[in-house]
């Protein structure tokens, strides 16, 4: 497609339970990235991923969250046992390597964890 | 200290006035500079990308200073349609990018 395709757009999650969030980026944008913002805050970075390759998830709040992007194209973040903290959209941006002209997001995830 | 600072407002101005926000960043090595706006439970989207020497896109005018790690962006002749939060955002190395928390403009007739 022309943008950055995320799914589900909602989700509604016991406390608890794991969800996954899709991100199929623009075609041929060979980085991927993942971002959580909270209401009120500007995104926050979680991981980049350049291809397959997950260079860099410094910004994953804890070891229960786990992104992937097996074939280089789309990606999924995955989240286990969420807590009421992880209440945030979730959004995928992809770019050009360079990323001189920025990124473009998808629509996000809102995540609500009751 | 925020890496990305930024007056979260909000800015309530009448259309047709002029409004500037700024920024500063901490990360001396910050590579490039960008103002993204986002709408109410929208996504971020690119405003225009900002050089040391100064652009311009129509009514808006961006500014960076290096030396002082500042960053600004002037809005000429507000539209109600410029009502939206103003995000100031810096790229570090490896292509990340780290987003200030947001100005919000209300412009009003």
């Known amino acids: 497609g022309a943008g950055v395709s995320q799914s589900p757009r909602y989700k509604v999650a016991k406390r608890g339970q794991d969800v996954a969030l899709r991100c199929d980026p623009i075609s041929g944008h060979v980085s991927l990235f993942w971002y959580q913002q909270a209401l009120g805050q500007g995104p926050e970075f979680l991981t980049y991923?350049?291809?397959?390759?997950?260079?860099?998830k410094s910004g994953l709040p804890s070891d229960r969250f786990f992104a992937e992007r097996p074939e280089g194209s789309v990606s999924t973040l995955k989240i286990q046992r969420t807590q009421q903290e992880d209440s945030a959209v979730y959004l995928c941006a992809s770019s050009q390597p360079s990323g001189d002209y920025g990124y473009t997001f998808g629509s996000g995830t809102r995540l609500t964890v009751v | 200290r925020k890496e990305v600072e930024q007056d979260p407002g909000p800015f309530n101005v009448p259309e047709g006035a002029t409004v500037a926000f700024n920024c500063t960043y901490s990360n001396s090595a910050s590579q490039s500079f960008f103002w993204y706006r986002q709408d109410c439970r929208k996504e971020p989207k690119l405003l225009m990308s900002?050089?040391?020497s100064g652009n311009e896109d129509g009514r808006f005018t961006a500014q960076l200073n290096r030396a002082s790690q500042y960053i600004s962006l002037l809005i000429r002749d507000s539209k109600l349609s410029d009502s939206a939060t103003y995000l100031c955002?810096?790229?570090?190395?490896?292509?990340?990018?780290?987003f200030g928390a947001g100005t919000i403009l209300r412009v009003k007739s």
């Open positions: 991923f350049q291809n397959e390759a997950q260079l860099d």
């Open positions: 955002v810096v790229m570090e190395y490896g292509n990340k990018l780290v």
């Open positions: 900002v050089y040391s």
